[in-house]
């Protein structure tokens, strides 16, 4: 429920307060007063999308607040799922900032104006007279038969799983499409697959191959050098190695000549072992490296193989070409088990279709057992309403596929002449019968559904006289459910029980404040007989409001 709105700096509105009654609360006013105005600043606090220059002063930011009561609606999972603090009673608040910047607080916690929008809808359902074109949208007709039935947890069970499906089936057409692709491909991944698989290549062979190349390549100058390298060290009396030790032998003979003898000696004799040490290694990779013809051959024939296909794949390593061989075969992998994936998806699918079939069925069962009371009750209200002979009928029709909201097709028939047959209720009622009908319809949807304010913006639009007053009954008992704020140009409803509001102009500014009881007999002598108000009117007006006023 809402408990207060506050406006500030919004179009004609410089600063509005009002503080609203829990059941029925009338708003009057002359035409361009500014009561429309209200509305829109209700719209952007329910997350509407706010235009440009909504400020009246447009060097200051516009504020819209609202005070609700959130207990007892069973938001608390809604709170929970967006983080924000529950509490009984919490703030909305919504902020256009003087460069157009929109911002949305709930509890003054910020959140998106998705989330604000998805709030709004689960606290105030607002009808304004376009609105009667919702007799056209089949969404809106679906809606109110799902509110009667009071199915709300099937319908939501239903909204899951029939996304489920949908998703499993763009799946399986994704899954098959990339099959079929894969099948062209095949014989081509096949061979790339094979002609890697072939060359039985290992991480690190490039290199060891390269390696060995140059020295096979270069046998004949590595022998012609290590030979002449064992030769200069290893001759028995010339050699490096004979010479070192003959040096390290005369410094030797020295130590007890001269102190640092001793150290010379020992780094001689360290030279000396060091190169006995190189000599004998050279002379092993001497003996190592020989010519052979038949292993150069084969190993520049694997390395042009290894480079053959890097230049084909564009790669420069081995190890990348391990990585294509893999993915290759990933591939081909996946297109051998392609039918196991894809008769996986059609049976999930499958199962998927199957709820959602069963939850149709249990939500159009509902559907039928609500028509009943739908077209009883908007009979009885239109006939309250000056429609003795309306029929209004309930027709549902099976479509041939599940869609988002089931599988039923809603229409809303209707007749106000007993001997014709019921049509579609858009084409054929006049603008007043649309308007009773429409009322008929939100007034079953708010006593069934858990929203716990509803605004009706001149909803009266083409009636007046006993019609009008019987539309006031009504608006007045629907008061008694929930609360109702009803914008109203009529009389015979403004002066139903209520909290009155009246808005008006002053300074150029949009101003709203309730009426006393001696008040309300002005206004709504006034919306009887004009600006100049007749003792007639007054009169009137307190017949009209005899059931608060003593005459």
């Known amino acids: 429920m809402l408990k207060s709105l506050s406006v500030e ?58 005070v609700f009561a959130f207990d007892g609606l069973g938001l608390e999972e809604f709170f929970a799922e967006n983080d924000l603090d529950f509490e009984a009673t919490g703030t909305v608040r919504r902020v256009i900032s003087a460069s157009g910047k929109s911002r949305a607080y709930v509890n003054d ?59 499993l089936g763009r799946q399986l057409s994704a899954a098959r499409a990339a ?53 200069e060290l290893g001759a028995d009396e010339t050699g490096i190695v004979a010479r070192l030790r003959a040096l390290r032998g005369a410094v030797d003979r020295m130590g007890a000549i001269h102190s640092g003898a001793a150290g010379f000696s020992e780094r001689l004799a360290s030279a000396h072992l060091d190169m006995q040490d190189l000599e004998r290694e050279i002379a092993a990779e001497l003996e190592r490296v020989e010519g052979n013809p038949e292993r150069l051959a084969a190993v520049v024939a694997r390395l042009d193989a290894i480079y053959a296909l890097q230049q084909k794949h564009r790669v420069s390593t081995v190890e990348e070409l391990l ?20 008769a996986a998806l059609e049976a999930a699918l499958q199962a998927a279709e199957k709820t959602v079939k069963n939850l149709a069925a249990q939500i159009s069962a509902g559907r039928h057992t609500a028509a009943t009371e739908v077209e009883s009750s908007v009979e009885g ?33 209707f007749t106000a002449n007993g001997s014709m047959s019921p049509r579609p209720v858009e084409k054929i009622a006049s603008g007043g ?29 083409g009636v007046s006289g006993r019609v009008a007053d019987a539309m006031g009954d009504i608006i007045a008992e629907l008061g008694s459910h929930c609360q109702v704020l009803n914008i109203t140009h009529l009389p015979q ?32 002598a006034s919306m009887l007989s004009g600006s100049a108000v007749t003792d007639a009117a007054l009169r009137q007006a307190r017949v009209l409001l005899g059931e608060i006023l003593p005459l």
């Not at 006593?447 to 913006?457: I, L």
């Not at 403004?494 to 309300?520: C, M, N, W």
């Open 179 to 231: 099959a079929e692709d894969a099948r062209r491909d095949e014989e081509w991944l096949r061979h790339q697959a094979d002609e890697l698989a072939a060359l039985r290549l290992s991480a690190g062979e490039q290199t060891d191959l390269e390696a060995e190349q140059r020295e096979l390549s270069h046998s004949d100058e590595l022998r012609e050098a290590f030979g002449l390298a064992v030769s």
């Open 323 to 342: 990585e294509l061989q893999a993915g290759f075969e990933e591939r081909l992998g996946a297109i051998e088990h392609s039918d196991e994936q894809l």
């Open 381 to 413: 209200m239109l006939r309250r309403l000056g429609i003795p002979e309306a029929r209004f009928v309930v027709e549902i029709t099976p479509t041939p596929e599940p869609r988002a909201n089931g599988a039923d097709e809603v229409r809303f028939l």
């Open 109 to 167: 916690l910020p959140v998106s104006l998705t989330t604000l929008k998805a709030l709004g809808d689960r606290l105030i359902d607002i009808h304004s007279q376009h609105e009667n074109l919702l007799l056209r949208d089949d969404g809106f007709r679906v809606s109110i038969l799902d509110g009667v039935a009071g199915h709300g947890a099937v319908v939501k069970s239903y909204a899951e799983a029939f996304g489920e499906w949908r998703g």
């Open 9 to 66: 700096n919004y179009a004609l509105i410089e600063r509005l307060d009002m503080t609203l009654g829990a059941g029925l609360n009338i708003v009057t006013g002359e035409t361009g007063a500014g009561k429309s105005i209200l509305l829109g600043a209700l719209g952007l606090l329910l997350g509407t999308r706010g235009e440009a220059g909504v400020q009246r002063d447009p060097s200051r930011a516009c504020v819209v607040e609202g």
């Open 493 to 524: 409803i403004a002066a139903k029980p209520a909290t009155h509001f009246l808005v008006y102009k002053q300074d150029g500014s949009t101003r709203i404040r309730p009426l006393a009881a001696a008040e309300r007999v002005t206004e709504i």
């Open 433 to 461: 019968e649309i308007s009773r009908v429409m009322l008929a319809l939100k007034t079953l949807s708010a006593r069934s559904a858990s929203r716990p304010t509803v605004v009706f913006d001149e909803i009266d639009a």
